[in-house]
C-alpha cells in the first residue's frame, strides 16, 4: 500500500530509555522504518509535533480515515506526531501518533536513541504495543518562530522598509536608477527530495492542523 505506515506501530518490541544527562534533539527531519516517508518534528507551542514533510511516492491521500471529509486530504504536510509532552526527568515525549494506514489516533511516546536515531512506540488502550526506529536526515530544528507569534504578538505594519546607502540616492536628472537585483532563493530540498527547487511544507508550526490546535 502506498503511503502505507508513517508512525511506529510494525515492530514490536522495547526500546532503552535514555539518562536526561543525554538531553538529545528529537526535533528535525526523520526517515520511517520502511523508507517511504521523511517526518518532521519540531516544537510547536510547547509541544512536539511531527508532520509528512516528503513522500517517496507523491500525491498520497489520507483515504483510510475515518472522517469522510479527511479522506481526501494531502499525506504530505499531515500531522502525524500530535501534541507531544515531554515527561519529567527523562528525554521522552508522549502524546498520540496517527496511523494512516487505519486512520486511527494511538497512545505513543518518542525517545531518541542517540542523535540520529527516535524510537517510536504506540499503544491501543494501554496494550497491542509495537514500535520503531526513525533515522534522522535533516538536523535539528531552531524554535520556530510561530511559537513567538501565537500569542498575539505585534503584526508587521507591511510598511516597505526605506532603501538606505547607495540605493537610497536619487538617480542623476534624466536617467532611471536601476531596480535592485531580486534575492536569489535559497535552496530549501530536503534529503529524499532530489532536484526539488522549494521544501513544499516548511516550518510545521504553521500548519493549519497543528497551529489551529494550539489556539
Known amino acids: 500500500m502506498r503511503l502505507a505506515l508513517y508512525t511506529g506501530l510494525i515492530l514490536a518490541g522495547g526500546y532503552a ?12 527531519d526523520w526517515r520511517v522504518a520502511d523508507g517511504v516517508a521523511n517526518i518532521r ?5 510547547g509541544s ?18 475515518p472522517d ?18 515531554k515527561k519529567p526527568g527523562v528525554d521522552q515525549w508522549e502524546g498520540q501518533v496517527y496511523n494512516a494506514k487505519d486512520g486511527q489516533l ?15 512506540k504506540g499503544c491501543v488502550m494501554g496494550f497491542l504495543c ?15 518562530p510561530a511559537n513567538a ?4 504578538a505585534a503584526k508587521s505594519s507591511g510598511a516597505a522598509p526605506k532603501p538606505q546607502g547607495a540605493q537610497a540616492a536619487q538617480a542623476p536628472s534624466g536617467t532611471t536608477a536601476p531596480a535592485p ?32 490546535f494550539a489556539h
Open 41 to 45: 518534528v519540531a516544537q510547536c507551542y
Open 181 to 212: 537585483a531580486a534575492p536569489k532563493a535559497a535552496s530549501t530540498a530536503k534529503p529524499g527530495q532530489k532536484g526539488a527547487a522549494a521544501d513544499p511544507v516548511g516550518d510545521i508550526c504553521l500548519l493549519p492542523e497543528i497551529a489551529g
Open 48 to 65: 512536539v509535533w511531527g508532520a509528512v514533510s516528503w513522500e517517496k511516492q507523491p500525491g498520497g491521500r489520507d483515504e483510510n480515515n
Open 17 to 28: 530509555g535514555l539518562t536526561p544527562a543525554l538531553a538529545v534533539d528529537p526535533t528535525g
Open 106 to 120: 494511538y497512545s505513543a511516546t518518542i525517545t531518541p536513541a542517540g542523535p540520529d536515531q527516535l524510537e517510536i
Open 130 to 144: 509495537g514500535g520503531e526506529t526513525w533515522t534522522r536526515v535533516g538536523p535539528p530544528i531552531p524554535s520556530s
Open 68 to 85: 469522510v471529509s479527511k479522506k481526501n486530504r494531502p499525506t504530505l504536510g499531515m500531522a502525524t506526531l500530535i501534541d507531544m509532552k
Open 149 to 152: 507569534m501565537a500569542k498575539g
